[in-house]
């Protein structure tokens, strides 16, 4: 039991973080748009680029989309404290008070000044208060404390003299008073916490990144089924790795470090963590699709052509793949857990081939498009040499599999019912008996049989 309250507690925290996330995409392309149409090797090509109103409102839409990426713990603070407590907004209004006393608190505590900021790379300054680098993680502790405390105060009653901050008032009350104990807390605990993290990132990013992109790939894929994979990778993409802009800021996260050199315009280093989902979701998926559809007996071919083929295009396009793999996972996950090595081994080619492009959701064609090919990202052309092997290799393993082992994927099913009436057929006596039944000659049949026999 408390597994499984476990395993739904990490997937309601994983549909919450999809609240915060949904703004990426938006937040991604415009500063996609706004930088790369600012390179000097497209305004060379493009003159019209180079006019003063289109320079400021380029600039204007690099600033806008870069906003949500700096702000991005506030965000995830509000939209898991909303995403978890039912859509109710006092929860992030508790959620947004709760954040800011969290890092007055630690900054307070800790003795952190602005001009420490500049020279300690593990503080940091959060909507003008100087406080820990504590990123994402730190607003989805509090979401997820706002959240707890709405659904167990929101129907308080206090004392007729205190009855106006009665019910949803109490929330925002009681959050304030939590965060102080939480940025009390966290004052302790995140520095060797944030060195641990450091630590592990530095090590998975330089020393081992081959086997820790194989890894990311492989588990993300394994925890789909679960829902769990929204907890798996904003570590990664959020948090692991470090990168000083300009500002001289220190930026976390894979994600978070694509964006910042993207904005600076400096040679890009992230994307150890990203760049392996453009392959598999534009050639892998809709090689999966393939097989499927090749797989399936010829009389139910045309139907799953049509399901098959829509989710193939939706996973190119736009990146989702849930269409296709729960379309087999279920009835056959065998062939899930190929899937899984597979994905795993098509981040390490990336990484191999020091491919670094990045995505603002879902890694389809409009994510390669706008961070790929339009800022020109190292290798970005390298997509297209992997991901045809790739897909070559799953259509081969997973055609193979689906026949040798008979697997009931979606057009097979047919071949159970053909498999019953061949074992029927080998049973002629029963047949003919049992088709008597089915004639309503059984009674006519036994009479004969009596009358023989006297």
């Not at 915060?20 to 706004?34: R, V």
């Not at 505590?109 to 820990?132: K, N, W």
């Not at 296709?324 to 056959?332: D, K, N, Q, T």
Request: net charge neutral; charged share 10%.
């Amino acid at each position: 039991m408390k597994r499984f309250n476990l395993l739904q507690m990490l997937q309601s925290i994983g549909r919450s973080l999809m609240i915060p996330i949904a703004m990426l995409p938006a937040a991604g392309i415009l500063l996609a748009f706004g930088v790369s149409f600012q390179d000097p090797n497209i305004v060379a090509s493009l003159p019209f680029l180079g006019a003063d109103w289109l320079v400021h409102v380029l600039k204007l839409m690099a600033e806008a989309g870069s906003v949500i990426f700096a702000n991005l713990p506030l965000l995830f603070a509000v939209g898991v404290a909303v995403g978890l407590s039912d859509d109710q907004g006092i929860a992030g209004l508790s959620a947004i008070a709760g954040f800011l006393i969290m890092n007055v608190t630690i900054g307070q505590f800790l003795g952190i000044t602005p001009e420490s900021v500049a020279q300690v790379r593990d503080y940091t300054m959060v909507l003008g208060i100087p406080s820990l680098q504590t990123g994402v993680f730190g607003g989805i502790i509090i979401g997820i404390i706002a959240a707890w405390l709405y659904k167990r105060y929101y129907r308080i009653q206090l004392p007729s003299w205190l009855e106006f901050f009665s019910g949803k008032r109490f929330v925002p009350i009681i959050t304030s008073f939590a965060a102080l104990f939480v940025g009390l807390v966290m004052a302790v605990v995140w520095p060797p916490v944030q060195h641990l993290i450091n630590g592990l990132s530095n090590t998975m990013t330089v020393q081992g990144p081959g086997v820790s992109a194989f890894l990311f790939g492989f588990v993300e894929r394994l925890l789909i089924p679960f829902g769990l994979n929204h907890v798996w990778w904003p570590t990664f993409w959020l948090q692991f790795g470090e990168y000083v802009n300009k500002a001289g800021q220190v930026v976390h996260g894979d994600q978070l470090i694509f964006f910042a050199q993207l904005k600076d315009q400096v040679p890009i280093t992230a994307g150890t963590f990203m760049a392996g989902l453009t392959p598999i979701k534009m050639f892998c998926i809709p090689a999966i699709a393939l097989a499927i559809y090749r797989c399936a007996s010829p009389e139910n071919r045309a139907r799953v052509k049509g399901i098959m083929l829509s989710g193939a295009i939706t996973s190119i396009v736009c990146g989702i793949t849930e269409p296709i793999e729960f379309s087999f996972l279920f009835v056959a996950p065998v062939l899930y857990g190929i899937h899984a090595v597979l994905a795993g081994l098509v981040f390490l080619l990336m990484e191999w081939f020091s491919v670094h492009i990045g995505l603002s959701f879902s890694g389809g064609l409009i994510d390669y498009l706008f961070f790929g090919v339009l800022p020109r990202a190292p290798h970005w052309y390298m997509v297209f040499p992997v991901g045809l092997v790739m897909g070559a290799l799953y259509y081969a393993l997973f055609t193979f599999a689906i026949r040798s082992w008979n697997l009931l994927t979606p057009g097979r099913e047919v071949e159970e019912n053909a498999v019953a009436q061949e074992s029927e057929q080998k049973r002629p006596g029963e047949r003919h008996h049992s088709g008597l039944w089915r004639t309503g000659k059984y009674d006519q049949h036994r009479s004969l049989h009596v009358a023989s026999a006297h």
